[in-house]
């Protein structure tokens, strides 16, 4: 249970952050640090058996059998050698960030989000590494995606606010590749399970498998390790408040491509594909970047280059895959977490005391900053490689591998030359950010002081260690041949200052000294190379290129259905089904089967003559709707022919499906009408054309349909899963009601999709109706006078009285009847959504039912109720699982709480649709609010008439609608009230 107790802690992070937050505001850091460090305790303590190859593990499955027998989703979690050595990495460089960030932040100003999010943040790294589930590995992975997105995006401006998306877009491409290949590995292996995976035999048997993973996985991980070609998205996440630099630049988003590259080492170690686009990639990366950034004068965006060039360091030398490239890698990886989140804090430190980080604007500060100039010196001196320091020994580490990269002798002695480029280029940056951090310039830096100890201390302390850490770094020997042989065999790391006279010495000592003398020259040589331009597009360029193509591929396909034509959006939908039940329908007769497979004998009594009632309702009521120019008969008939499928549903012994497309039709025609009575009394003339071509598709449209249900249907008996539903439901579920019980059981999780469903639908109809003009009367049309609207309403509100709770509890029935008789949360819900349809009829006037947030709560509310169902059946081992049990003599199951949730669901949706069409108020806007004019009634505005009290006489009880007064503008003068007697006067003439 220690892999949970560590989760368990980050989630109370979570949860505690908003409320430290209230209590102590920035300080908040502190208790948030302490919590990641009792984490990290819990797994050091597991650390000696671990690094005897005892893995800590967790596994609790979620859906049993999801994608066949063994392919199901099991939250399982694994602590070996690996994951622990990346887990303690995000939670101590995590824990310091926190820490620090308790000095740098301003008071009350958004530290809630910001201490949520980076908690969420760290959890999501968290899980992210002790994964051990594909499933589980992919939902980390997006996590981080979203966290890093949100970071970035909340520090507010157009740079966060393009360097979040570009993070998300990029990211989240890596995220597609990333779930293609974890879903072909799934399948091939036969499990989920990454250990299982890993160890498969499948990859030796299939090379050409093995290599099409390798390169989706490299992808994968170059997107969040800021690769090319995806490198450009690191450097503007710099957009982000230094601690969240500090924090995803050092020790979480781009660590966790590192991570992936290492975990998948397993299998790929020896592929060739996957090592010469490790080393290509990696090592143009690193001198690409490192180039860059000795161009930055901003000395934030400088570092945010040098992490970029540092990942391709890493990247290449775990693409040479032997076990000492492997231990080099995560030698560099410690120690670059530990310079580069050090250098980041300690230029915000610089930032916060001098106003800026330009290295333009930046003097001599040294001298009245001399804690922040030593520890910067320090981190630099190790991110530069020079002894003795963690950088030159994880940089020795790197040239050592490099000489026995798998690649042929040539293009290694050409890797070496590349990565000694790259070392001096990082030697040069290393000295820019000291040099003008700290010593050239000339601006009077006398009022600049030393931070805070509060503030510079927990920035100095990663970087700081990267010195005596040095003198004890065997101590290191063990912890990475632990992590080492989880991914190769064999390691023997032996991690040491000195190592003898050997090649990479001799790279290291010809930088050094190049480096030196390059910085004696500093002044040309820098100015040589600022502000230009190195490569013919950016990144940003060219992602903006292909979004802006992918606007223009998505204006050309939309014109096809820009239009309030229905044929436009009809037409091409008709010929579909003309063409495919059309050839159904030829090959039927001409072959006498389909596809060479004989037509079986329709099964005796399919047909009968009691189902010619039905039709001859529905072909009478579409024959007089062809014919009618009347919208309001057209509407009526469209209800009658519902009315003729659902008698024809009846009659085929199906009362749920009957009593669903009852209500329906009856709520449609509601809904209609709240549509039609915005247009035109009568329909638009059509020309003879249409009305031919129209007649002609719908003619082939209903031969080529009555063609394909004759030949395919009613020639087999019930299927086998039919069978098997109402052999075995029943039984299972306590429920006589098949049809409501695989619903809410047997297929719960494709229902809450249709939720979602409802949900989007509700949001949808309230997008497109508000935001469209709407005119409650046609031209040549005119209201009702308001009085006799109110006289009209007083039938249906005194129905109303009675009608609503009736109409409740016969809804409360059918929702309690629905395991064992036609019911459901579903019918339920039509039939209290005809008592907001009689409720809303009973107004004299356009209005809303309900309060305007009250759909979104309702749905909202529903979705939740479904989830909590969901999260009640993790209980016995799988999500939506349903629990039974016998209460007061009853039968009792949660599949009721998932049913709550779809009452609810459709209640939202109901309500939004007549919320949205019956009323004419703005957001925002109250009716007490809106006013009634003459010239833009009742032609064109809503009829929202507030009459004065004593003009109402005649209707003294009422209440509680609202009296208004109208206004009109007069010739030349303002506008003044009128009351509703001579807005009668005026209609009537």
Known sequence: MTLIYVLALAALAIVLSPVLVKLIDRAAGWPLAGIFIIAAFLLMQKLPGIYEGQAVTYEKTWVPDLLGPGLGVTFALRADALSVFFALLALLVGAVVFVYSAAYLSKNK?????????????????????????????????????????????????????????????????????????????????TTNITGMLHSDVWAQKPGLTTTIAVLIAISAFTKSAQLPFHFWLPEAMAAATPVSAFLHAAAVVKAGIYLLLRFSTIFHDNSTWNWLLIVVGISTAVMASLFAIQKSDLKKLTAYSTVSHLGWIV?????????????????????????????????????????????????????????????????????????????????????????????????????????????????????????GFVDGDR???????????????????????????????????????????????????????????????????????????VLFRKQIWATLDDRKLALRSGNELLNGVVRGLARYGKAVGKMGDSLSPTRHLAVM????????????????????????????????????????????????????LRTASRLTAVVLVGIAGMGVTFQMLTLGAPDVALTQLLVEALTVVIMMLVVRQQPETFHPTKAKRRISAAVMAGLVGLSTFGAVFFLLGRRERTDL????????????????????????????????????????????????????????????HPAPFGKARINAIPAQQLLRFLIPTLGVVSFLVFMRGHNSPGGGFIAAL???????????????DQRIVEINTPVKLTAVGVLFALLAGFIGLSKGSFLYALHGHFAGEHWTTSMIFDIGVYLAVMGMLSMAINVLGSYLRPGMSRKQLTFTKEDSPLHSPPEVQAREDDDEDFPDSEPFAHTTAKRPARGERRKAQTITELRKEQAE
């Open 574 to 625: 008709f010929l579909m089904i003309i063409a495919l039940a059309g050839t159904v329908t030829i090959k039927g007769v001409v072959h006498g089967g389909i596809d060479g497979a004989p037509l079986a004998p329709r099964i005796e009594g399919m047909d009968r003559w009691s189902d010619l009632v039905p039709l001859l309702i529905v072909v009478v009521s579409l024959v007089l709707l």
């Open 444 to 518: 009077d830096m006398s009022e600049t002081k030393e931070a805070p100890v509060s503030l510079w201390l927990p920035a100095a302390i990663p970087g700081v260690l990267s010195l005596p850490l040095v003198f004890f770094v065997s101590a290191l020997d063990k912890p990475v041949d632990a992590a080492v042989s989880v991914i190769s065999s064999d390691p023997h790391t032996h991690l040491a200052l000195w190592h003898g006279v050997s090649l990479p010495l001799g790279i290291s000592i010809a930088v050094l000294v190049l480096g030196v003398v390059g």
């Open 316 to 436: 290449a030398t775990i693409g040479v895959g032997t076990p000492l490239a492997l231990a080099a890698a995560l030698v560099h990886t410690l120690a670059h977490a530990m310079f580069k989140s050090s250098l980041f804090m300690l230029i915000g430190v610089v930032d916060h005391q001098t106003g800026t980080r330009d290295a333009s604007r930046l003097g001599s500060s040294w001298r009245y900053l001399p804690f922040t100039f030593g520890s910067v010196c320090i981190a630099a001196a190790s991110m530069a490689a020079v002894p003795p320091t963690m950088g030159f020994i994880s940089k020795e580490g790197m040239l050592a591998a490099f000489e026995e990269a798998p690649i042929g002798t040539v293009p290694a002695a050409v890797l070496l030359i590349a990565a000694g480029v790259g070392a001096l280029f990082t030697f040069t940056y290393s000295a820019r950010i000291v040099c003008d």
């Open 722 to 781: 039919s069978i098997w539903y109402l052999q075995n439901g029943p039984e299972i579920t306590g429920g006589d009601n098949i049809v409501n019980t695989i619903l809410v059981e047997f297929r719960a999780f494709d229902t809450l999709g249709e939720l979602s469903v409802l949900g989007m639908a509700a949001v949808v109809i309230a997008a497109v109706v508000t935001s469209m003009p709407r005119y409650p009367f046609a031209k040549g049309t």
């Open 831 to 845: 039939i209290f959504g005809g008592a907001l349809m009689i409720s809303y009829i009973s107004f004299p006037r």
């Open 110 to 190: 958004g530290n809630t989000s910001f201490y949520t999010i980076m908690t969420a943040f760290t959890a999501s790294i968290l899980m992210l590494v002790l994964a051990d589930d594909a499933f589980v590995l992919f939902i980390a992975w997006e996590l981080v995606s979203l966290a890093s997105f949100m970071l970035i995006a909340r520090s507010g401006g157009r740079g966060g606010e393009l360097g979040s998306q570009r993070t998300l877009v990029l990211t989240f491409v890596g995220g597609l590749t990333m779930l293609v290949s974890l879903a072909i590995a799934a399948t091939q292996t036969g």
